[in-house]
């Protein structure tokens, strides 16, 4: 364990309290109201302190105590919460309305685990009370350091008695200047989740269409620029489970949820949906589609137009095109392609079968091409020896997905990962240029965009890519971990900042998924570098203990590589290579396996890579 950081010392450090106003008054008046602000301040908050390298060290009821690298970080950032305050009250009901007090010292303080202790901390805590609503009140130190450097007038307030504090001191507050804050960033985005359709009668091929539709409108509304939708991976996770809306949402933290049925029955379907706020626990929109099956395309943009309509977005001419595109006139080939797209990360072999499928039946849909060459392109690093030559079947459909439409965000995206596999670094690069381009919120694109330009060394483009992608999803943990631990190698400030955010991301997730090896195995490797040596090892434990599948025992090797464990690291090599490891280049370049790469036992596992090189990123 990390015994420096545990070990109290003292560093400079910019301290911000925060408060709402009136909330004791509010809790007794009506205590469910004021419960229901607390998650729409965290809303608020979360974005601004990401931005800004803020720390939140704890939370006291409605009241946070956050630290910051600098005080310019630490103004910018309090600005920047009371626009987002302002501007969420302006369309919001009486019922969701507050205003919150900021204090900002700048001083020494002494660091004792994950606590600031101190007179720093104190003088922070005690400027608070003195802001007037909605404002910013500040010490002289912080003023002397911001003059000039934030939009905002520093004003004077005089000297100030303080509590605890013997001397009267100077203080100030900040005044916005007319040069407004960047709205297109500080603008908090609806978040939504679609949970799965629900299916009558327990019949395979109906539950399969079902979650197909779902992936469908989720993929629709994540065209939407201005609202952040959460993956499928955790709205799958919920399914079925025996809890009220509210409190999924309240676990997903989303403000919005759309849930429904669906019902296919000969040529026919009914789908029934609505749109439930989370705060109010109650429909604001609701609809019943009772049509031919072929009018299914239409029906999924009715849906995703009556959900922006009602949330009062504004559409570009692209995503309305996005939204309204009809991939194929042959709903058995769309069938087979949503079969084949709900499978690809739990049996690729049957992915690549269905998507196959969906090509012979239509071969001139390009999205079910590019979704068999991602699919076959996965196969080909796990399912070697079964008689299939999954590469060649992700080159030739990626191939054909680029002829039928380059236009497809899909296509280039799979023509760039046929490029990185077969090392046509600079072809990757212009067609993943090309993939961000035609969907610049498509989270897939940046995810690989993030691999490659850190394969290529360019980390800190990569890790702007992985934190891009992980702005669009509020629920995603590994865009964060893998971000945050490469910017803290670099000995960016920002890295342990991000850290921290991706375990909460992390634990957030795991109150509803228990399962998720990937949560329990990336979160590992940050508790580790956090210094928490017991819980990245029971984090480590749990992911074995579900998951023996190669990509979480190569991420083990990792985790007990750096953390000295070389026999551990060397047995999850072996036990991955037996289950399918064949990335080459991850043994070959990463420097988390360079204490191993020497022994023995890794070699061989090399040597018997060797016959099926492959360059691409982790």
């Keep these: 364990m990390d015994q420096a950081r545990l070990s109290p010392g003292r560093k400079l450090a910019a301290i911000m309290f925060t408060d709402m106003v009136g909330y004791s008054t509010l809790v007794q008046k009506d205590e469910s109201a004021a419960l229901n602000l607390l998650p729409i301040q965290a809303r608020l908050f979360e974005p601004v302190l990401f931005r800004n390298s803020g720390r939140l060290i704890r939370t006291m009821g409605d009241g946070a105590f956050i630290e910051f690298g600098s005080a310019v970080a630490a103004c910018k950032a309090a600005l920047e919460i009371q626009h987002a305050i302002a501007g969420h009250n302006e369309g919001s ?15 020494d303080v002494e660091v004792v685990g994950d606590d600031l202790l101190g007179h720093g901390v104190n003088v922070a805590a005690r400027l608070e009370p003195e802001a007037e609503p909605g404002g910013v009140c500040i010490s002289e130190d912080v003023a002397r350091q911001v ?52 299916t009558q009668g327990g019949d395979l091929e109906n539950e399969f269409f079902g979650d197909g539709i779902t992936e469908e409108i989720l993929w629709a509304l994540a065209k939407v620029h201005s609202l952040r939708v959460v993956s499928r991976t955790s709205c799958f996770a919920l ?103 709900l499978l690809s990360n739990s049996d690729m072999k049957a992915a690549v079968e269905h998507c196959q499928e969906a090509t012979r039946l239509d071969p001139s849909y390009a999205k079910a091409h590019a979704a068999l060459s991602y699919a076959a392109w996965r196969a080909s690093y796990f399912l070697e020896g079964d008689g299939n030559n999954y590469a060649a079947i992700a080159r030739q459909a990626a191939e054909r997905a680029i002829e039928l439409d380059s236009g497809l965000m899909e296509s280039q995206l799979a023509l760039a990962n046929m490029c990185i596999l077969d090392g046509r670094f600079a072809e990757a690069e212009d067609h993943l240029r090309h993939a961000r381009t035609l969907d610049p919120r498509s989270f897939e694109a940046l995810f690989v965009s993030a691999q490659f330009s850190i394969q290529m060394g360019n980390i800190e483009q990569g890790c702007e890519f992985f934190l891009q992608a992980g702005q669009l999803r509020p629920d995603d943990y590994q865009t964060l971990v893998l971000a945050g631990t490469r910017l803290q190698s670099l000995g960016d400030n920002r890295g342990k900042a991000i850290m921290e955010e991706s ?55 990792c985790f007990y590589s750096l953390l000295g464990d ?37 070699q061989e596992i090399i040597n018997r890579m060797e016959s099926k090189k492959s360059v691409a990123p982790n």
């Design 93 to 107: 009901p009486e019922s969701e309305r507050f205003q919150i007090r900021i204090g900002i010292h700048l001083g």
């Design 503 to 557: 375990l909460v991301r992390i634990r957030q997730k795991l109150l509803y998924d228990t399962k998720d090896a990937r949560a329990y195995c990336l979160g590992a490797g940050v508790l580790m570098i956090l210094g928490q040596i017991d819980r990245a090892k029971e984090f480590a434990e749990r992911a074995y203990e579900i998951d023996r599948f190669s990509t979480t025992l190569y991420n083990l090797a």
């Design 239 to 341: 399914k079925g489970a025996s809890m009220r809306v509210k409190e999924i949402g309240t676990t997903l933290g989303v403000d919005y949820i759309l849930e429904g049925s669906v019902r296919r029955a000969g040529n026919r379907v009914r789908i029934a949906v609505q749109l439930v706020k989370i705060t109010d626990d109650r429909p604001i929109w609701s609809d019943r589609y009772d049509r031919e099956l072929e009018d299914i395309f239409a029906i999924q943009e009715e849906i995703t137009q009556s959900i922006v309509d009602v949330l009062q977005i504004a559409l570009s001419e692209a995503e309305r095109g996005a939204i309204g595109s009809v991939p194929t006139n042959n709903l058995r080939a769309y069938d087979q392609y949503l079969k084949g797209c």
């Design 566 to 602: 070389k026999e551990k690291a060397i047995q999850m090599l072996q036990e991955g290579f037996e289950t399918g490891l064949r990335n080459l280049h991850w043994i070959l370049q990463d420097p988390e396996i360079d204490p191993l790469r020497d022994d023995p036992r890794v």
């Design 147 to 198: 003059r000039g450097k934030i939009p905002s007038e520093v004003v004077s307030m005089g000297r100030r008695t303080l509590k605890g504090i013997s001397d009267p001191m100077p203080v100030y507050s900040l005044a916005p200047t007319e040069t407004r804050i960047d709205t297109n960033i500080e603008k908090i985005e609806p978040r939504i989740a679609v949970l799965p359709l629900v």
